[in-house]
């Protein structure tokens, strides 16, 4: 157990994270590996030192920037070291199970990895930009009493690797990989990641950071740091390694003003309550030399969404760089909360725009195909909980 998984939901990394060699031949998968980890990687294979720098931007390129899955492609690199490669390395993705396309252009990929395991990213198209939401577990340790996934136990950390390979297996669905020779398009399909799928990030750091360094690596998928928002329940003891090793955007489940009302939707905060978590909120922004954290409010009806819960809001929250980003309750069967009435989440978001903090509703993406936030679950548990044969 590690010194930080809350008492009530011990977490093993090492029994829950896979080693990295395929079960194949042995074979050293390179994606996720972070470019430290893949020299060391080549090295120990038996690439030359002094090779081993130009080796490793070539394939780097390669693989990140132009998406090769075949070292036989990889046509300026001798036919000996490609062979080399091939026989000590692989390239090798998750799997899409299904995908779901919205009436409104959200996509939804059921996503096989090792073991037999699903999980769900999503790809949400808007005007300026593309979303891709990112799932980092299989399951979640916790038991937020709104979330879909919190009903579901955790079965596993994701890899570095099966982290990155959404963002690669979205890029091929959307055909998003530059031609070499062709000039580049400027205009990205997948802008923009969030960390708001399938489990809590911050359970399963080293992964998450590793797999982020590659996607922010300026030379293959070369997302900024500020286009990457990770979500967190309030895992408070990573927050600072948040913004020293990774650096990226911070969004934080909120959702209640009380301790009293937060212990019922949020437990963790049973550990790290809103004080402690607002104290170490303080340092976020300085630390990670970014604008401002993103306060998550989940809109359930009666529960959390009165007036006074909006001026209580407004005022733990003051000194904080902040958006808050109210997101109506999606519903999904057997939830035991309903969403606040439209009028309400209307009046909510005055009070907070009227203190001065950017207040934007988020409008539900993907309804018709459960693809909205807090609805990913993946499909084998839906059909065990149904009683259909897997
Ligand atoms: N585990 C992380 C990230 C995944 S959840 C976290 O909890 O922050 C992404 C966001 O969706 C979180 O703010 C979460 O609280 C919210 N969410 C979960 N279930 C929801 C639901 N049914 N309706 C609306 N938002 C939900
Ligand atoms: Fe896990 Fe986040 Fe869902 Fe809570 S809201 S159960 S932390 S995925």
Redesign the pocket.
């Known amino acids: 157990m590690t010194a930080l998984a809350p008492a009530s939901a011990p977490i093993t990394q090492d029994v829950l994270t896979l080693p990295r060699k395929l079960p194949e031949g042995g074979k050293v998968n390179i994606i996720g590996l972070t470019r430290d980890q893949l020299r060391t990687a080549l090295i120990d294979a038996g690439t030359p030192e002094k090779q081993v720098k130009m080796r490793l931007g070539q394939i780097w390129q390669w693989v990140y920037h132009f998406g090769i899955r075949d070292f036989t492609g990889m046509t300026n690199l001798s036919k000996d070291y490609r062979a080399f490669l091939a026989e000590h390395f692989a390239i090798e993705l998750p799997e899409v199970v299904t995908r779901q396309i919205s009436a409104d252009g959200t996509r939804k990929y059921l996503v096989r990895i090792q073991g037999g395991h699903e999980v769900e990213t999503v790809y949400i198209p808007e005007e300026n930009r593309g979303t891709l ?1 990112i799932s ?1 577990q299989v399951g ?1 340790t ?1 038991t ?1 009493s ?5 009903t579901q136990r955790l079965v596993r950390n994701l890899t570095s690797a099966e982290i990155v390979g959404q963002v690669m297996l979205a890029r091929d669905d959307l055909g998003e990989w530059p031609v070499q020779g062709q000039p580049k398009d400027e205009t990205r399909l997948v802008s923009n990641v ?8 911050l359970y399963n750091f080293d992964n998450v950071r590793d797999a982020m360094n590659v996607v922010m690596d300026n030379e293959g998928l070369t997302l900024s740091r500020r286009r990457i928002t990770l ?4 895992v408070v003891p990573e927050i600072a390694r948040t913004a020293a090793e990774i650096g990226c955007l911070l ?3 909120f ?1 209640a003003t009380t301790d009293a009302v937060r212990d019922q939707l ?1 437990p963790i905060n049973k550990k790290w309550n809103i004080e402690t978590l607002l104290n170490e909120l303080r340092e976020y922004p300085r630390l990670s030399n970014s604008e401002r954290i993103t306060f ?1 409010y ?1 809109m359930l009806k009666d529960v959390n969404d009165s007036d006074a819960d909006a001026r209580r809001l407004v005022k733990l929250i003051q000194g904080i760089p902040a958006k808050i980003n109210l ?6 069967p057997g ?1 035991p ?1 309903q969403r606040s009435d439209w009028e309400r989440i209307e009046a909510f978001a005055d009070i907070i725009y009227k203190a001065g903090y950017a207040s934007p509703i988020r409008t ?1 993406r993907g309804e018709d195909i459960m693809a ?4 990913l679950k993946s499909a084998s548990e839906k059909l065990r909980k149904s009683g259909k044969p897997m």
């Not at 709104?146 to 919190?150: E, I, L």
């Not at 979500?231 to 309030?234: I, V």
């Not at 997101?327 to 999904?332: G, L, T, V, Y």
């Not at 909205?372 to 609805?375: E, F, H, I, L, V």
């Open positions: 939401c980092s979640c916790l937020c709104f979330c879909h996934t919190g969030v960390l708001m799928g399938m489990g809590e990030p979500s967190t329940s309030g969004a934080v489940s959702h949020v998550e989940v997101i109506p309750f999606n519903e999904w939830a909360y539900p909205a936030c807090g609805q």
